[in-house]
């Protein structure tokens, strides 16, 4: 018989939680529970019907408490796809529970808490695993084979990047979490945490981190890494996507230029988490150790000023007005 191992979802009402019921159905396991405030979930229905839901904590804390001293088994992970603020608190709840943790990216809003985290996994035995899935996309896997054989020759080489990532929101992004700082992080957190990570990850960790536009809509700004000049913008606004893309009925624009070649990685995101579970359950995760990077980074954007259209800065920030 397999080894089916059993999950928890805590936020199953979210845009990124049925991808992780997806990946959990796909890895042959089985989801015994979920929770979430929000009632209408009708996509559990497609995955996982017989899975008790919960939409109060203490309920939820009660069946996960129960659930191990009434049938001799633990539930092995929770998936946590809560708003950014509350993941360190459900990363905590998950370990001191007797779980493992998979937690969506950002994994936590400050480089302090994996810090505490790294300790509750010492007490526990447990462990916590970022989707950092952009790791596993086969353009850039390919990418960071072609920069690594490339350094091998000129170790000293420099590469310069354009970072562009243009989503479109509408109005309820800002009464949501997501609009609010102090819950999402901002939007270096909400929709750059994972591209930057993917850039230290293939040339090196952040040696300088500048901001020269912070809007309620758009960052934009300028890293030096160990082996790369970035240039990014990141905006939420529909506006600042490029007229021929909208006139394609696009809502989404991203771009990653490495020397001016642009990087094709638009398609191949469909199946990235379920082989991001694949990779956990074979013990392969990404841990706190590969989080702290992009968390720093993020930090760091959200705790400092901008400088304004000053030096190397991306020239999509002309666009604001």
Known sequence: MPNIKRFALIGASGYIAPRHMQAITETGNELVAALDPYDGIGIMDSHFPQASFFTEFERFDRFV???????????????????????????????????????????????????????????????????????LHPSIIALKEKVQKELIENPNKVYDIDLTYLTSRGKWYFVSWKGD????????????????????????????????????????????????????????????????????????FRSITVDGDEIEFSGGFKDLHTRSYEEILAGNGFGLDEAYGSIRTVAAIRNQDAIGLKGEYHPFCKKIK
């Open 181 to 252: 700082e102090a819950k999402s992080g901002g939007i270096a957190s909400n929709i750059g945490v994972h591209f930057y990570d993917m850039l230290c990850w293939i040339f090196g960790e952040v040696e300088e981190n500048i901001v020269h536009l912070k809007t309620p809509d758009a960052n934009a700004g300028g890293f030096k890494l160990k082996h790369a000049n970035v240039r990014w913008f990141l905006s939420v606004n529909y506006d600042y996507i490029p007229q021929d893309v909208r006139d394609a009925g696009q809502t989404t």
């Open 65 to 135: 408490d129960k659930y191990h001293r009434e049938n001799e088994k633990r539930i092995d992970y929770m998936a946590i796809t809560t708003p950014n603020y509350l993941h360190d608190a459900h990363i905590r709840f998950a370990l001191k529970s007797g779980a493992d943790a998979i937690c969506e990216k950002p994994l936590v809003l400050n480089p302090h808490n994996i810090d505490q985290l790294k300790i509750i996994e010492q007490e526990t035995g447990k462990r916590v695993n970022n989707i950092l899935q952009l790791r």
